[in-house]
């Protein structure tokens, strides 16, 4: 199949072939958790991001079209990790996001139907960019900073340090060397065979 890929200039997109491979999930989850590597739970939180540029001397919220590298390479950094990103129209101008005092920050919240809203902010201090990440959730406020020649690079860097603490935090990490009791308490058993079904599912 084909698929849009990023040109080494990290600007431009072309179409390029791609090789789509599945595989057997449950032997993946047994072969992650022997290497004791994390395992994601169904459950997975949403993120919406908006991107707020200065690269051309004032605040400015690109397009896809102005920028499609910016906004594939976030695409496949979300993909990628195995989480649901998506970009968002904030309803503000590009001087408030860029600024983000608190009243902003709390009305980009409460308008999200996500659990975490990412503000990503790129500054150019030639020859180098400057990029601030924002998570914004319920529970706690992330701030990220990113000095780089390589506004992709920077991007992916600072996004899998924070999708890394959410993993550490909401991950299932196996091993062989781990022991682990759970207590399970179920009512309504009534009879010996409901209790040997009962055995049955747990199998």
Do not use: C
């Not at 849009?4 to 997109?13: E, I, K, T």
């Not at 992650?32 to 994601?40: Q, Y």
């Not at 990628?80 to 970009?87: A, C, M, N």
């Amino acid at each position: 199949e084909t698929a849009p890929r990023l040109l080494p200039d990290g600007l431009g997109v072309e179409e390029g072939d791609s090789l789509w491979i599945r595989y057997n999930s449950s032997l993946i989850d047994q072969l992650a958790t022997s290497m004791e590597l994390p395992i994601w739970p169904t459950w997975r939180p949403s993120f919406e991001y908006l991107v707020v540029t200065e690269l051309w001397g004032e605040p400015h919220l690109p397009t896809k079209e102005e920028q499609p590298a910016l906004f594939l390479q976030l695409e496949k950094i979300f993909h990628r990790r195995g989480l649901d990103g998506s970009p968002i129209n904030p309803g503000f101008s590009a001087d408030r996001i860029w600024t983000m005092d608190l009243q902003t920050a709390e009305r980009l919240k409460q308008q999200s139907t996500a659990d975490i809203v990412s503000v990503i902010r790129i500054e150019q201090d030639s020859p180098d960019f400057t990029i601030d990440l924002l998570f914004m959730s319920a529970g706690q406020d992330t701030l990220l900073r990113r000095n780089s020649t390589d506004i992709l690079g920077g991007l992916e860097s600072g996004l899998n340090e924070y999708i890394d603490s959410l993993s550490s935090e909401l991950a299932f990490l196996g091993g062989t060397n781990q022991e682990f009791e759970l207590y399970l308490r179920v009512d309504g058993v009534r009879s010996f065979n409901e209790y040997r079904n009962l055995l049955d599912q747990f199998d």
